[in-house]
């Protein structure tokens, strides 16, 4: 059974600093390329970036520079660092293990709210 755990969401001020965790189990990790989407209530879910299973990373536009996608394979953990949070970050962040040519297993998400 695949699972995928979030943590780390929360309010922030903007201008701050979050880091989001997202720990698999059930999956062979390591091989998985892993990607963060965040989601605003009643608008689709939308990539944040991804980063393969040997660690090239890929950013939306809206997010470049500013996040930073990295893995820690023995954990079997992906990571989301955000920095200079703007109040347009705020959404439910969703981790995801990418499997091609269609298979995505979702986390359960986690809460980002940024004050401005």
């Known amino acids: 059974q695949v699972q995928l755990v979030e943590s780390g969401g929360g309010l922030v001020q903007a201008g701050g600093f979050l880091r989001l965790s997202c720990v698999a189990s059930?999956?062979?990790?390591?091989?998985?390329?892993m990607g963060w989407y965040r989601q605003a209530p009643g608008k689709e879910r939308e990539l944040v970036g991804t980063?393969?299973?040997?660690?090239?990373?890929y950013y939306e536009d809206s997010v470049k520079g500013r996040f930073t996608i990295s893995r820690d394979n023995p954990k079997n953990t992906v990571y989301l660092d955000m920095n200079s949070l703007k109040p347009e970050d705020t959404d439910v962040y969703y981790c995801?293990?990418?499997?091609?040519?269609?298979?995505?297993?979702w986390g359960q998400g986690t809460q980002v709210t940024v004050s401005s």
């Open positions: 995801a293990a990418i499997q091609p040519p269609t298979t995505v297993y």
């Open positions: 059930g999956i062979i990790f390591r091989l998985n390329n």
């Open positions: 980063i393969t299973s040997n660690g090239i990373t």
